[in-house]
């Protein structure tokens, strides 16, 4: 790997974290096309789809707990989502990322687009911009929908090699009803167990290439503190806006390379 390249994969990893700690989501949604198309663009060097995959799903992890544990500080973690949420998903997560393995690249880039359209759809809907009222942790919402939703999310998320939280937000605040202030907390825990499940299945079918996930690592710490401490000071409705924009412009991009791809093919 080129010092050029290296460089634009720790900045990519600060940017993309900040936005995962800022919005609640693991990082995969904005890290998967940074990783994708920004090395080439400034033409430092270029990773395939599935070694953007493996880079992702590594990432996912420290993103999320470093993220999670600026948000604890600031009391918004919801424990019944954490704890019902993090066990569906992790279970789930496991699953896809070991069937990807025997799945065709161009079938990933298909998937991710698919959810991140989802997401798209899903966090344009009404709902979730009220604080909640107390501490969050006092919070309940129903165990079987919390189940159901992370449980899904997961099995796709592994799948695609993301934490699924660009699509498990916009879920928990439209079907599960959670404010979107404790879904962008609480998500962060969630995906932090997501990936280390969907971390040790790309690592058990051998899909991590080790020196580009570290390098991008140098950047997502910081990233990830930073991001959360400018969400504590954002009002519910623009972290919400905020959420919705990036989703949108995210699935377009990816939408537009998958229709190349198959144009091509």
């Given at each position: 790997?080129?010092?050029?390249?290296?460089?634009?994969?720790v900045g990519i990893g600060f940017f993309g974290a900040f936005c995962a700690g800022f919005l609640g989501?693991?990082?995969?949604?904005?890290?998967?096309?940074?990783?994708?198309?920004?090395?080439?663009?400034?033409?430092?060097?270029?990773?395939?789809?599935?070694?953007?995959?493996?880079?992702?799903?590594?990432?996912?992890?420290?993103?999320?707990?470093?993220?999670?544990?600026?948000?604890?500080?600031?009391?918004?973690?919801?424990?019944?989502?954490?704890?019902?949420?993090?066990?569906?998903?992790?279970?789930?997560?496991?699953?896809?990322?070991?069937?990807?393995?025997?799945?065709?690249?161009?079938?990933?880039?298909?998937?991710?687009?698919?959810?991140?359209?989802?997401?798209?759809?899903?966090?344009?809907?009404?709902?979730?911009?009220?604080?909640?009222?107390?501490?969050?942790?006092?919070?309940?919402?129903?165990?079987?929908?919390?189940?159901?939703?992370?449980?899904?999310?997961?099995?796709?998320?592994?799948?695609?090699?993301?934490?699924?939280?660009?699509?498990?937000?916009?879920?928990?605040?439209?079907?599960?009803?959670?404010?979107?202030?404790?879904?962008?907390?609480?998500?962060?825990?969630?995906?932090?167990?997501?990936?280390?499940?969907?971390?040790?299945?790309?690592?058990?079918?051998?899909?991590?290439?080790?020196?580009?996930?570290?390098?991008?690592?140098?950047g997502v710490i910081p990233g990830a503190q930073l991001g959360a401490a400018a969400s504590h000071r954002?009002?519910?409705?623009?972290?919400?806006?905020?959420?919705?924009?990036?989703?949108?412009?995210?699935?377009?991009?990816?939408?537009?390379?998958?229709?190349?791809?198959?144009?091509?093919?």
């Amino acid at each position: 790997m080129t010092a050029p390249l290296g460089v634009a994969l720790v900045g990519i990893g600060f940017f993309g974290a900040f936005c995962a700690g800022f919005l609640g989501i693991g990082g995969a949604l904005v890290m998967f096309p940074l990783l994708l198309y920004v090395p080439p663009a400034l033409g430092v060097g270029a990773l395939d789809v599935r070694d953007v995959v493996g880079v992702t799903m590594a990432l996912v992890f420290v993103t999320a707990v470093s993220g999670f544990l600026a948000h604890r500080r600031y009391g918004r973690v919801n424990r019944q989502l954490t704890v019902l949420g993090g066990i569906a998903a992790t279970v789930g997560s496991f699953a896809g990322a070991l069937a990807s393995k025997w799945t065709d690249e161009q079938w990933l880039l298909v998937v991710y687009a698919v959810m991140a359209t989802a997401g798209a759809i899903l966090i344009l809907l009404p709902g979730g911009e009220t604080d909640p009222e107390g501490a969050s942790d006092t919070l309940r919402f129903d165990p079987v929908r919390i189940i159901l939703v992370a449980g899904g999310v997961g099995a796709a998320a592994g799948f695609v090699g993301a934490g699924g939280a660009f699509l498990l937000v916009p879920l928990l605040v439209v079907v599960v009803g959670v404010p979107v202030r404790v879904t962008i907390a609480s998500s962060l825990a969630i995906t932090s167990l997501t990936g280390v499940a969907g971390f040790l299945g790309k690592v058990v079918t051998q899909q991590i290439p080790f020196v580009p996930a570290l390098t991008v690592a140098v950047g997502v710490i910081p990233g990830a503190q930073l991001g959360a401490a400018a969400s504590h000071r954002v009002s519910s409705r623009y972290l919400k806006r905020a959420l919705a924009i990036t989703i949108v412009l995210a699935a377009a991009r990816v939408w537009w390379d998958v229709i190349q791809m198959l144009t091509r093919g």
